[in-house]
């Protein structure tokens, strides 16, 4: 196996988690003879401090001719400013769109022993495995904007193919899991919303006729999320709802450092980051938790690399670390953001001198 893989460590407690990323993915390949080559690239504030664009030309070209790509936060004070006319955010937002990448695929699954770390009661975690499908480049985010003393605005679109290219991925994805989709939209006021539904019927019955389809208010979607959420299986949203929703979700597995994600397009390549931001609070402390990003590696090597046997090791070894109490403080640990990877790595090794021993 030969792969690329450009890291783009960004901002806040970016550098820190994705360093982790970084041992991780030479542990990974020096234990199964992996050809991996790592390329370092810049994006979000510290590519404006660098050279005024949150997107330098040369990281594009890079992450173009990768085949995976993980990213660690943008964002921070420094560069907060809303009159700015650059921010790191524009750069987040152009290379998903440069690179295509329209689905964003987030796991959302409790560990037991972390229930006590969630706001929620622990009867309220109890079967919870979601994954969150959302619609990454369209919306409002990408929309025509207008922006005054006294008068903004920001165009919410989409369009038939854009909607129909998400929902076919959440279709393949709710296939292979328990065959259960939810769209959850705001239908009974927003347009965009009912073409949202009146699409997503169309595929569902379609294409996914084995697939339970139901269709759900966000504003009850939010709701049902924290009373019963053991109820949703696969959920595909629009860029914004799925942006608001998933952060909600993060309440579920009791931290935000904890939950991985994928943006994908329409082959193999894609986008791994942690949803937790840069966090510049903690930045610097060495106590930010990396298994959100080293999660979001295994993910890398299940939809990119085609390696699904090593992306379900990096996830045991990251539940079992948690089992142990071998995690940060946001989890109920004592470790640094460092000693946390290593204890990954650890287990990693671990599994692999039991698999030689059993040979």
Request: with cysteine.
């Amino acid at each position: 196996m030969n792969a690329k893989i450009v890291l783009l460590p960004g901002d806040g407690i970016g550098p820190e988690v994705t360093a982790e990323a970084a041992l991780l993915i030479t542990a990974m390949a020096e234990a199964h003879n992996l050809d991996l080559d790592i390329k370092t690239g810049l994006i979000g504030g510290a590519a404006i401090d660098a050279c005024a664009n949150p997107l330098p030309d040369e990281t594009l070209a890079d992450c173009r001719d990768a085949d995976a790509i993980i990213l660690g936060a943008v964002g921070g004070p420094k560069w907060s400013d809303p009159d700015a006319k650059v921010r790191p955010e524009q750069g987040l937002l152009k290379i998903r769109k440069e690179l295509g990448l329209f689905a964003n695929l987030r796991p959302v699954r409790p560990h037991p022993k972390l229930a006590d770390a969630s706001p929620l009661k622990p009867e309220y975690l109890e079967g919870v495995d979601m994954m969150v499908v959302r619609e990454l480049t369209g919306g409002s985010y990408f929309g025509e904007k207008q922006e005054g003393d006294d008068f903004a605005s920001d165009s919410c679109t989409y369009s038939r193919e854009e909607i129909e290219r998400v929902v076919m991925r959440a279709g393949e994805t709710a296939r292979q899991r328990r065959g259960k989709l939810t769209m959850i939209d705001k239908a009974n006021v927003m347009a965009t919303s009912r073409l949202w539904r009146k699409v997503t019927g169309e595929l569902m019955a379609e294409h996914f006729p084995d697939v339970q389809y139901d269709e759900l208010l966000v504003d009850a979607a939010s709701m049902f999320l924290i009373s019963s959420p053991a109820q949703f299986d696969v959920i595909v949203t629009d860029n914004m709802f799925g942006d608001i929703l998933t952060d909600e979700a993060s309440t579920l597995v009791g931290s935000l450092g904890m939950l991985p994600s994928a943006s994908l397009g329409t082959g193999n390549f894609g986008l791994y980051e942690p949803i937790h931001g840069s966090a510049p609070d903690i930045a610097g402390k060495g106590i930010a938790n990396p298994f959100g990003t080293l999660a979001s590696v295994a993910m890398m090597f299940d939809y990119s690399l085609g390696m699904k046997d090593l992306a379900q090791s990096i996830d045991q070894a990251i539940h079992d670390c948690i089992s142990s109490g071998e995690c940060t403080a946001d989890l109920g640990g004592t470790l640094s953001t460092a000693e946390a990877g290593a204890a990954v790595r650890k287990k990693l090794a671990e599994f692999s001198l039991s698999q030689d021993a059993n040979v």
